[in-house]
């Protein structure tokens, strides 16, 4: 089911030592300074799950991660408890932390099967949805008078982003919404056999919130980041296209945290296609200042606003 040498695939293998317990090992590509994505590291808690549950009928459906302890790179530890085997609907949790140490990050999910219901969607996909090979790149170099920084593996080497609306990090602009719009694709695609986007990589795309505060905020003299305290994704309907448009807003910040939330659309193989949701997420994460009077500009950050 799983490429060979895909990265995506090869970040979330887990195995089996016995008891519910699990290891795995996360390279440093990524981290995003100076930790993992907490999204690469929740997908590999859920991957720990759907192994331990062993029942293909039941996908992933919600999940919720509360991010108790740093984790870092390296060895992996993930102890995995069934709390509820139903016949369509199951219920497990799984902690993620490094070796030894006495907590990480705590992930709980429900897992179901397909159920007989009524379906519609009753959000609206963005109205301005240019072909991602119009828009800028989080890879095009910054202009000349911008300082060089480094990049980082992440969005160099594993996942591209394209942006329809925002600002460049560095970039003079009167902030007025608090939103981000921006085409995501994985390097190596990990599509499976089915000919599906492994829904666990929708957990990774989601992951990326903090972008519409900084829309909102504009550019500061004070850098900031946004360590995550929670997270959680609907996993709603299957991605088949290697394409996906996120759609990130923030809704309220203020006493030192900010609620965001993130929808994620299939638009088809030639990004054309009538939108379908195919997952919902929202983020409670801190506004933390970086103590230093020097801006550090993240590829991340490279998007524009539209004409």
């Known amino acids: 089911m ?12 887990v195995h089996a030592t016995g008891n519910g317990r699990y290891v795995a090992d996360l390279d440093t590509r990524w981290n995003l300074r100076p930790l993992p994505q907490g999204g ?69 999910s429900v897992f179901g099967a397909t159920r007989e219901g009524f379906a519609f969607t009753d959000l609206t996909p963005p109205a ?15 202009p000349a008078d911008v300082a060089p920084f480094e990049p980082m593996p992440f969005w160099t080497d594993l996942v591209e ?6 600002h460049p990090g560095w970039e003079q602009y009167v902030p007025d919404r608090a939103e981000r719009i921006v085409w995501y694709r994985f390097d190596e695609v990990p599509m499976l056999d089915d ?63 900010a609620s965001v939330d993130m929808a994620l659309w299939d638009c088809g193989e030639a990004c054309t296609s009538a939108p379908q949701l ?13 103590h230093v009077r020097s801006r550090v500009i993240s590829r991340r950050c490279a998007t524009r606003r539209p004409a």
């Open 40 to 108: 690469i590291v929740t997908a590999t808690a859920v991957r720990a799950m759907e192994a331990e549950l062993a029942h293909d009928e039941q996908r992933p459906r919600t999940l919720h991660t509360t991010y108790a302890a740093q984790v870092a790179h390296g060895p992996l530890e993930l102890d995995v408890e069934i709390l509820r085997q139903g016949r369509s609907m199951s219920h497990a949790r799984a902690e993620v932390r490094n070796l030894g140490a006495p907590r990480g990050h705590l992930t709980t």
């Open 278 to 290: 195919v997952a919902y997420a929202t983020q409670l994460f801190a506004a933390v200042p970086v």
């Open 195 to 257: 000919g599906r986007l492994d829904p666990l990589a929708l957990i990774v795309l989601a992951d990326t919130m903090p972008g519409a505060v900084g829309e909102r905020v504009g550019p500061r003299e004070r850098m900031w980041f946004a360590p995550s305290v929670d997270l959680t994704v609907h996993l709603l309907d299957d991605c088949r296209s290697p394409w996906v448009l996120a759609h990130n807003r923030a809704r309220y910040a203020g006493d030192g945290y």
């Open 2 to 13: 799983h490429a060979v040498g895909n990265p995506f695939f090869e970040a979330t293998t």
């Open 161 to 166: 982003g394209r942006s329809v609306y925002g």
């Open 128 to 142: 301005d949805r240019p072909h991602p090979d119009g828009c800028p790149s989080f890879r095009d170099p910054p």
